[in-house]
């Protein structure tokens, strides 16, 4: 049997429109699949890949027995180009980019469509881009380009208008819950929680519990509780959060506030999803000025982008002057 990739259900009538346009000749030669993280943006870039690669697929489906089918199950299509940074997080090199030429512009080795997978698109620098702009001006013919991200605010003017754009939601949440039911050994409600705290990317919630994030994340909404009942000041939380991930920690807090915000923005019903931390939110939510909360989740958010951008803070007071303004907001 085949180890192709498995195409989520939440994609397929994506999917089948590509094959659809494919079908009537009508493919562009470049599609950016932007949108979150961890909603399958790459399962479904390299599932439209085999399916054009493939040849006899079925219902937009890559049949998964013929010989470019068999290639890809090993990962070995000569006709399917990977290209991504050296490491996660890296830059991609403008050399990496200047490789692709030769692949473009020959002839496909199978016969069929040449295709490029490049992820994540927001690792190109200026250098790599305009490299790739070129290509994406005059691609060889039965190539495609599939740019992924998750920033499409990141990439340069010039590639996301010679791209057409094909926006990806997260699934619905009784079908993400399912996925992620499939995928590990966790009951619904579990399953539900977990997701919520992931904002409904089931990939990304997956990756939580293999990674083990559970306790990381029970020291952050503890840590938070204990200050805002004056167990612990927010210096000594500062402190015991010394080996947590800090981008991972202040992506949640950021979430954990802005959810806040919406409680203390819409009075009726209950808008806080994260139920790990409801009780808490509630309390700040009620007490405080959405505005006060607001604030606090851009001075996070920015912290987080200086981190990712890799501007190397100071981790003790970073945390220190963000739980001191955390636990300003009750007073
Ligand atoms: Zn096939």
């Not at 016969?111 to 250098?127: C, E, W």
């Amino acid at each position: 049997m085949s180890n192709l990739v498995t195409l989520h259900p939440w994609f397929e009538a994506r999917v089948q429109h590509l094959a659809k346009l494919h079908n009537d000749g009508r493919l562009p030669h470049a599609l950016l699949l932007h949108g979150m993280p961890g909603i399958g943006k790459a399962d479904f870039a390299k599932a439209f890949a085999q399916m054009l690669l493939c040849q006899q697929p079925i219902d937009g489906k890559a049949c998964g027995h013929c010989k470019p089918c068999e290639l890809n199950a090993a990962g070995s299509h000569p006709d399917l180009f990977l290209l991504a940074p050296d490491e996660p997080g890296k830059q991609l090199k403008v050399d990496q980019v200047r490789a692709l030429n030769e692949f473009i512009y020959s002839t496909a080795q199978q016969g069929g469509y040449r295709v490029v997978i490049l992820n994540p698109a927001d690792s190109m620098n200026t250098a790599s881009a305009n490299a790739l702009l070129k290509m994406l001006e005059e691609p060889g013919a039965d190539t495609l380009i599939l740019l992924l991200t998750s920033k499409i605010g990141q990439l340069l003017p010039t590639i996301k208008s010679r791209c057409q754009h094909i926006e990806c939601h997260p699934p619905a949440e009784h079908e993400a819950i399912q996925w992620l039911m499939n995928a590990s050994d966790l009951d619904e409600d579990r399953a539900k929680s977990i997701l919520h705290i992931n904002l409904g990317a089931p990939m990304e919630a997956l990756a939580y519990i293999e990674n083990g994030l559970n306790d990381q994340r029970a020291q952050l909404v503890r840590g938070l509780a204990d200050i805002l009942k004056q167990r612990r000041t927010a210096l000594e939380v500062a402190q015991s959060w010394n080996k947590l991930d800090l981008e991972l920690i202040l992506g949640w807090f950021y979430s954990l506030l802005i959810d806040a915000a919406r409680g203390a923005v819409c009075e009726t019903g209950d808008v806080i999803r994260q139920d790990d931390a409801r009780n808490m939110l509630n309390a700040v939510a009620k007490k405080t000025n959405p505005v006060k909360i607001f604030k606090l989740a851009d001075k996070v958010h920015e912290e987080r982008k200086a981190i990712l951008l890799r501007q190397n803070p100071n981790k003790q007071l970073l945390l220190e002057c963000i739980l001191l303004e955390w636990a300003a907001l009750l007073n």
